[in-house]
Each structure stands twice: as structure tokens, then as C-alpha cells.
């Protein structure tokens, strides 16, 4: 029997969603994050677009204090995956529910990794058990051809615990295509878990169900930057758990 995904262990669903928050300013943060909770949603992530990475380090730990039941993320685009990971560890009392790097270091056709390989050796080292959502086929990042795909996520799943994709832009859709390819290189591969990470709306979320377990949404929830509509948050919200 299958195991199931990474995702589905830690949410005890099979499909969540994950809202990316851009915290443009400390109060209009914590009120996304409020937004969220209310909408039933599992977790978030906080990403440095809006804050310095120390005020993102500072806002995590008073979420986690406001609502110590939600799950938090981080994605600390300044910082290399490895140096996320320590810093935000030391900066958050330890406690870090999961990190996202928008590249993951993975290239499908070497036989050596060493800058993936340089992150699972310092997870190791520091004992952290979160969730690794690692940036394969990522916008702005070195491409990978369609026909690579499959192999780019068999080759990322043994150095993450969510291979994490997207469109070609943000709030642009993924082809559907996309993601089945990078389920079939996933196929087999205990725990396992796929990600999308653009372009996800009320209106397409239907596309993508039997493929993904995570869907990491800003744009799509969004009134304007930093600013969620808790109407489409929990419209969202539940269309996913609907399946």
C-alpha cells in the first residue's frame, strides 16, 4: 500500500491550500493572516515581498503566538535555501512549520546534486522535521523541457518533501499538462507530494485537483497586493476540500 503524501501526513487531508501572504505592512499582515483562519484554512506562508527578512523572521514568530494551531511556512527569497533554513530556525525559537525555495537546485540530467544534496545534509544536522517545498520548472528559474519533466520531479522528490511548480509567471495558470507530467515522475515515490504555486483561481482550481496536493495561492485570493478578499479565501478554501 502506498504511503501517502507528505502533505496528507502533516494535514491530515489529501489537498490543502496554503495562502501566500505579502506582507506590505505589519497590520495589513496579520489581518490576511486572520482572514485565513477564519476561512478554516491549515496554514500560510509568509514571503519576503513587503518586509525585510528579519521583519518576516519577527512576524512569524508572533503568528505562530496568535494562533499556535496554524501551520506557518516561509519563503526568504533573499536567502539561499541552506541559509533560510538555519537562519530561520535560530530567528524563530525553533520552530519552523515549513520552507519554500523557489529553486530547488535540481537539474534532471546530472548524477550529482550538490547544492540539493547541501540542504538535506544541513536538515539533518539540525534535526528540523518540517516540510521542504522545493521551487522544479519554477517561473523565472532555468526552464526544463516538457518532455523532462517527469524526470525533473523523479530526480527533485529525494531531495524535498514537495516538489513545488508553476506557470510561466505569477498569477499566470500552469498547463495542465504540466502538472500530470510531473505527477508521472512522482508516481511511485512513497510520500511523495506536488505543489503548484501560480495562477490558481477559484475558476481553474478544478484543473489541477487529481494532480496536486498543495496550492500555495496569493494573486488569486487577493483584493489588491497584500490585501486578502476572505471571500474568495474561503470559496477557495472549500472548493479544495470539496475535491
Known sequence: MAVRSRV???FRVPRVLLPVIHPIGHAEAISAVDVCVAAGVRGVFLIDQG????????LA???????????????????????????????????LDGLWSDDAHVHE??????RAQAFVDARRELDWD???FGGVAFKYRRPVPDEQLAEAARVAAGYMDV??????????????DKLARMRQG???RDGAALALASGVTLDNVADYLD???AFLVGTGIEREFGVLDPDRVARLQARIDAG
Open 211 to 213: 494532480f496536486t496536493d
Open 130 to 132: 518540517g516540510l521542504y
Open 51 to 58: 518586509m525585510r527578512v528579519e521583519e518576516v523572521l519577527a
Open 109 to 114: 540530467g546530472s548524477r550529482e546534486q550538490p
Open 61 to 95: 514568530v508572533e503568528v505562530h503566538a496568535r494562533h499556535p494551531g496554524l501551520w506557518v511556512g516561509l519563503n526568504l527569497l533573499a536567502l539561499d535555501p541552506v541559509e533560510a533554513l538555519r537562519g530561520a530556525l535560530e530567528r524563530c525559537a525553533g520552530r
Open 163 to 176: 516538489v513545488c511548480t508553476s506557470g510561466a509567471g505569477t498569477g499566470i495558470a500552469a498547463h495542465r
Open 186 to 188: 512522482l508516481a511511485g
Open 8 to 10: 496528507h501526513q502533516v
